[in-house]
């Protein structure tokens, strides 16, 4: 591990990160942990399964009806179509942004988020300030993330409190109609499959 | 219980700040310990209900000043010493006073086994014959209910009305499995609350809160 910042007893490592070694070497030592298994769980959320994964099934929705028919159906089984399967996305449903409807989801009670499809959390969506404030000023949040939604437009807040998981297919921006399936999933974002952000068209359409 | 994890609603926590190009982990401590949750996990001596409960019950003034995974950390140490796997001496001098006992060992996640358990997950819904107390349009109101112990209905929509939106079928009650008390497998459901039956007439317009409870969450409006 690299040394974090100088410490004030003069330690390389931070209360915070001794604790962890210390931790990991009891658990070694007991035979309880395999630290080569450890270090693949870190891989797996690094570099594998990520965003990109829910971009994908995003893309396909908007090219192929008949896939978003049964996205919106089944989010579990059309999501696992494309091999996005497992842990925090065992019971999958996926909630469509229109015009009228705008969704955005929230775990008030912990940080449940759907890892198969868009990893793990970033540090906003687990935060107390994001918790507490999306269900009870849905608008306010989402303006102070840059998304004004139109009055007329309902908000809807999921809040996850089961091992549902929730994934929103945002709208397809306007000026895409000539894309490809993979120039649309480079203009998805994970913001907008959590509902905080709207997909924007490519810059040469704006 | 009526902890501060409990935090929808709650005024007073601070802006929003979102960070362009987040690392998953900031530091590497931190991605250790969420391994080490994994890997613990995979030992089967306490299920999800209890791993967030073990989160939970941090001292509220620590848990709202503490990071992500310093909370995951403290939750660790505090599962692994209530079950047994470590002792409060090992903790606290960081050193083995035996090994683990074969059993416990037997069942630890090795690198080959890593990929199988991210892509199958757990196991949260259960194929049961239950009669569901609920369909989708039923008026319903979420209880008055303050247990001490684990609970996935959020203070915020306690005694509000609101509507079945859909039924998702059986799951584990975490309610229960968090106290060592068995599944108890029930009917969950997405149940609509309008944001001016939970927030009073100075609530935005046109919003509303979907919540995920379970039969024992809900009484007939």
Redesign the interface.
């Known amino acids: 591990m690299p040394p974090s910042h100088d410490h004030e007893h003069g330690s390389r490592f931070s209360d915070v990160e001794l604790r962890v070694k210390a931790l990991e070497s009891l658990l070694v030592e007991k035979g309880l942990v395999d630290p080569e298994a450890l270090n693949q769980l870190i891989e797996a959320y690094e570099s594998k399964i990520g965003p990109r994964n829910g971009a994908k099934v995003v893309a396909r929705a908007w090219v192929d009806p008949a896939y978003k028919k049964r996205l919106l159906e089944n989010g579990t089984a059309a999501i696992a179509e494309l091999g996005f399967t497992g842990a925090q996305g065992e019971t999958m449903v996926v909630v469509e942004n229109t015009p009228r409807v705008h969704n955005v989801v929230v775990c008030t009670l912990c940080s449940c988020y759907p890892w198969p499809v868009l990893g793990l959390p970033p540090v906003w969506y687990k935060s107390s300030a994001y918790r507490s404030r999306v269900v009870i000023e849905p608008r306010g949040v989402l303006r102070e993330l840059g998304l004004e939604l139109p009055t007329d437009a309902e908000v809807r807040v999921w809040d996850s409190t089961s091992e549902v998981r929730y994934l929103v297919l945002p709208q397809r921006p306007p000026g895409t109609e000539s894309m490809t399936e993979e120039q649309l999933v480079a203009l998805v974002t994970r913001d907008a499959m959590i509902g905080v952000a709207q997909v924007l068209p490519p810059r040469s359409a704006r | 219980m009526n902890g501060v994890?409990?935090?929808?609603?709650?005024?007073g926590?601070?802006?929003?700040?979102?960070?362009e190009q987040?690392p998953?982990?900031?530091?590497?401590?931190e991605?250790?310990?969420?391994?080490?949750r994994?890997?613990?996990g995979a030992?089967a001596r306490w299920n999800?209900d209890m791993a967030?409960h073990a989160?939970?019950r941090m001292p509220a003034a620590e848990y709202?000043a503490a990071s992500?995974y310093?909370r995951w950390?403290w939750g660790?140490?505090t599962l692994l010493a209530e079950n047994g796997?470590?002792t409060s001496w090992?903790?606290t001098e960081?050193?083995?006073k035996?090994?683990?006992p074969d059993e416990?060992?037997q069942r630890?996640?090795?690198?080959e086994?890593?990929?199988r358990?991210?892509?199958?997950?757990?196991?949260?819904?259960v194929e049961a014959d239950i009669a569901p107390r609920f369909s989708a349009g039923d008026a319903v109101s979420a209880r008055n209910i303050h247990p001490t112990g684990h609970t996935?209905?959020?203070r915020?929509a306690r005694q509000h009305l609101g509507v079945v939106e859909r039924g998702?079928g059986v799951?584990?009650f975490?309610d229960a499995n968090a106290a060592g008390l068995g599944h108890q497998p029930q009917h969950?459901y997405?149940v609509?609350f309008e944001?001016q039956e939970?927030?009073g007439p100075n609530?935005?317009?046109?919003?509303?809160?979907?919540?995920?409870?379970?039969d024992s969450h809900l009484e007939t409006a």
């Open positions: 994890h409990d935090m929808g609603g709650m005024h926590l601070g802006p929003i700040e979102r960070e987040e998953v982990f900031r530091h590497p401590w991605g250790r310990v969420y391994a080490l994994q890997g613990c030992l999800i967030r989160n939970e709202l992500y310093e950390l660790l140490e796997v470590v090992e903790l960081g050193r083995a035996g090994p683990a416990l060992r630890v996640l090795r690198p086994a890593v990929e358990r991210l892509r199958t997950g757990g196991s949260y819904r996935r209905l959020p915020y998702h799951f584990i975490p969950l997405s609509r944001a939970l927030w609530a935005e317009p046109k919003a509303a809160v979907y919540v995920d409870l379970w």
